[in-house]
């Protein structure tokens, strides 16, 4: 009985990996791709042994479905051209364009095929929707919710997240699948198209995210059960299918990737608050999150070869390190600007105009700061780094694919980010009357 549950698991499995489902649903959609007639090795073939390496999967990203050689030769411009652009695909309605990724692919700088988008309205909200799990919309959101919402609230937030990518993006790199094959596949995006594909961390992030926020703010803040849970499974939903939408993953790695998030949450329910109060309050709180958060950082890049995941791991293990240690300064310095427990549960204040300027005004100071501050330590650190290591400075992309220059930059610069958020600005804030 266990054999046969086995091999029905296994079927089900390949079933729900096929890339003719994601081909289906993006055409169900409105999504129509110009392959050419005459096709050649698809991209992402999961046939060949290994699944790939950097090599391999640089050269499938000048393959069939993105902009290789046999396909139209349309112009690199990005992202909806217009109703009159698709006329040289003959005969199309009023609701069709021409479209195109709209960004390149950050490994291969691939522009990716030109597509027909039958219906914009998906193809608008699915784009919000991927958005949601891109580090764009973290640097707006935590920051947003730290300085005007409930600092407690994105500190935690910030944990789950950084130690949700790494075990995501780690996986990825262990078990090396790649992308849904094109054709039958149609990549409306190709930015993380070289990376591995399972799981799919935005489905991971779009997850943990939502759920963790309605976790922490429930019983904490007056709203019903039912209006948070609709939110946090609407948000996760929509960025889960977005990504079939995109061509980026298969419906089974959306689904790994859900399930691995709720199974993640549910080591942190119980162990949060203990490792939030660790952060603020522990004798040896500094030490235990810098040797933490570097040492899972050096495992994440011995993982695999260079690929902009094992960046995007470190960066935001580097985050959580700023966060964490501002975290810790803000408590022994007691300049923590959490809500007492005796004014909770906190209701939803009643939004006027003057909260509104108020909010937007600490925000826009508060992200000129942290770009600035970015941009000041990445213009220090990446020369210095390729000083150090005897590497030449003039070609960054290359510098930064080696792992001696590429992880200790990712910590220099946003664990620094990471504590001018918590402590800098905050404290800048008070001394502007802003707080």
């Not at 217009?82 to 700088?109: C, F, I, Q, Y």
């Not at 995941?309 to 960066?315: E, I, P």
Request: charged share 15%; hydrophobic share 45%.
């Amino acid at each position: 009985m266990a054999h046969n549950f086995v091999k029905s698991f296994v079927r089900t499995c390949n079933y729900l990996q096929d890339p003719v489902h994601v081909a289906r649903f993006q055409k169900l959609c409105g999504v129509k791709g110009s392959f050419p007639a005459k096709a050649t090795k698809p991209d992402g073939d999961l046939s060949e042994p290994g699944g790939a390496g950097l090599r391999k999967r640089a050269q499938q990203g000048a393959c069939v479905g993105n902009g290789g050689p046999g396909e139209s030769t349309a112009p690199h411009v990005n992202g909806i051209h217009g109703d009159n652009a698709a006329a040289g695909a003959g005969a199309v309605d009023a609701d069709t364009a021409r479209a195109k990724p709209l960004r390149r692919n950050s490994l291969t700088e691939d522009v990716g095929q030109e597509f027909l988008v039958h219906n914009k309205f998906l193809f608008y909200l699915f784009t919000f929707g991927t958005e949601l799990g891109n580090e764009m919309f973290f640097i707006v959101f935590f920051p947003f919710v730290l300085w005007n919402v409930d600092p407690l609230v994105s500190r935690r937030l910030i944990i789950v997240w950084a130690w949700n990518l790494f075990v995501g993006q780690s996986t990825k790199d262990m078990v090396r699948w790649s992308r849904p094959a094109s054709p039958p596949v149609v990549k409306v995006e190709v930015f993380y198209n070289s990376e591995y594909s399972m799981p799919s961390t935005h489905a991971m992030t779009g997850t943990a995210i939502p759920f963790c926020l309605f976790m922490l703010t429930y019983g904490r803040w007056q709203y019903p059960f039912l209006l948070g849970l609709g939110v946090a499974l609407s948000w996760s939903v929509l960025v889960c299918v977005s990504r079939v939408y995109m061509g980026m993953h298969s419906v089974l790695e959306v689904i790994t990737g859900f399930l691995y998030t709720l199974l993640i949450l549910a080591f942190f329910q119980p162990t949060l608050d203990a490792i939030d109060r660790f952060y603020m309050s522990g004798h040896y709180a500094p030490l235990v999150i810098i040797a933490t958060h570097v040492g899972f950082g050096f495992v994440a890049f011995s993982l695999d070869s260079w690929s902009t995941s094992r960046g995007d791991t470190a960066q935001a293990l580097a985050t959580g390190v700023g966060v964490a240690l501002g975290t810790y300064f803000n408590y022994q310095l007691g300049l923590l600007a959490d809500a007492p427990p005796s004014s909770l549960p906190l209701t939803v204040p009643r939004i006027g105009v003057g909260m509104v300027a108020l909010s937007l005004l600490r925000f826009a100071i508060g992200v000129l700061v942290l770009l600035a501050t970015r941009m000041l330590m990445k213009a220090v650190a990446i020369p210095f780094l390729c000083r150090v290591t005897g590497l030449p400075a003039d070609n960054v992309r290359h510098a930064r694919q080696h792992m001696r220059v590429e992880l200790p930059y990712r910590y220099i610069v946003y664990s620094v980010v990471g504590f001018c958020c918590v402590s800098v600005v905050p404290l800048l804030f008070r001394m502007l009357n802003l707080a």
